[in-house]
């Protein structure tokens, strides 16, 4: 069963940074794809970014391109989403998901995590 678990939220300041992670466990992820997606209060679940976890090749929302960095290391089963120039408009919960293809439809994606809370204050 595929579990994925994201850690490192929390409360930063706006323009400052932070590092979330997502431990992923349950099968061989070769072949599949490793997003983020954040649901901020009262909004829909909206796309963030996308990594290959063979090739390493990323993919990003036009919202977050430039600020944020999507990777992932395969030795310890973990993709990283590094969040830089923060602003009070990312505040929301950041979940991790993964699907067998590259698209930012949430409905494509078969596995989600919990979420963790990342707020921004301005």
């Known amino acids: 069963q595929v579990h994925l678990v994201e850690s490192g939220g929390g409360l930063v300041q706006a323009g400052g940074s932070l590092r979330l992670s997502c431990a992923a466990s349950?099968?061989?992820?070769?072949?599949?794809?490793l997003g983020w997606f954040r649901q901020g209060p009262g909004k829909e679940r909206e796309y963030v970014a996308t990594?290959?976890?063979?090739?390493?090749?990323?993919y990003y929302a036009h919202s977050v391109k430039g600020r944020f960095a999507i990777a992932r290391d395969t030795a310890k089963n973990t993709v990283y989403l590094t969040m830089n120039r923060l602003e009070s408009e990312d505040t929301a919960v950041y979940y991790c998901a993964a699907a067998p293809i590259p698209t930012y439809l949430v409905s494509e994606y078969e596995h989600w995590g919990q979420g963790t809370q990342v707020t921004v204050s301005s």
């Open positions: 349950g099968r061989n992820f070769s072949g599949y794809y």
């Open positions: 990594i290959s976890w063979s090739s390493g090749n990323t």
